[in-house]
């Protein structure tokens, strides 16, 4: 079993919806989940981190994470072309970090 | 802030050549460095962890007499590929972490051709 598993997706949206990007992960020692863009032939940057339970808002990007279900999600509201690219959930356990497979979303104009 | 170089960004070699990648952290002290592989279509699989001074850490699977990892200092750590052959080809990428932080911020990463 995969420590990080990830909607395959493609993710198709038009411009202006919401995305949402779902993770769940296997192991309950995992202590903070961040989610990164990488767009095609390049490295990941990072979007935001979540650690507590709950929801996380930082501009167009809202993450939410719920231990007891190990779900983490991601939802991208107002969706733009810029944003089409794959989306990593990563999971922080002992100061390494494990990726899921990634979902890629393309906003359709 | 929080800004990782590597250099060089493609090369491409011959097989049987060793290939030094460097990983620099530019505007913080990078207690922890991370190299990373990515290959087409696929998800980063860690390869190495390395602190400042000390041997890096290989994931199981990973030859550490293939992928030599120095980290000599708190904004440097290189990465170099011993006698490369075309199955090493893939997109490395290092990552680093500062005091008191677990976030990682990557290098825009380093793509390499072996023929």
């Known amino acids: 079993q995969k420590e990080v598993e990830q909607n395959s997706g493609p993710l198709s949206v038009p411009e202006g919806a919401i995305a949402s990007l779902n993770c769940t992960y296997s192991d309950r020692g995992s202590q903070s989940f961040f989610w990164y863009r990488q767009y095609s032939g390049k490295s990941p940057e990072l979007i935001m981190f979540?650690?507590?339970?709950g929801d996380k808002e930082d501009g167009r990007f809202t993450a939410q994470l719920n231990k007891a279900s190990q779900y983490v999600s991601l939802l991208i509201r107002d969706s733009q072309p810029s944003d089409s690219a794959t989306y990593l959930c990563a999971a922080l356990n002992d100061y390494k970090l494990s990726f899921g497979a990634g979902t890629t979303v393309t906003v359709r104009a | 802030g929080a800004v990782v170089s590597q250099h060089p960004s493609r090369v491409i070699c011959k097989s049987g050549t060793s290939v030094k990648i460097e990983c620099r952290s530019l505007?913080?002290?990078?207690?922890?460095m991370f190299w990373y592989r990515q290959f087409p279509k696929q998800s980063l699989m860690l390869m190495a962890t390395?602190?400042?001074?000390?041997?890096?850490?290989?994931e199981q699977g990973v030859e550490k007499d293939k992928f030599l990892i120095n980290h000599a200092s708190l904004t440097l750590s290189t990465l170099t590929v011993t006698s490369a052959h075309p199955e090493d080809s893939s997109f490395y990428i290092c990552s680093a972490t500062g005091v008191a932080s677990d976030t990682q911020y990557f290098g825009p990463g380093t793509r390499l051709t072996v023929l």
């Open positions: 390395s602190n400042e001074g000390s041997k890096a850490t290989y």
């Open positions: 979540i650690y507590s339970n």
């Open positions: 505007d913080f002290q990078a207690t922890t």
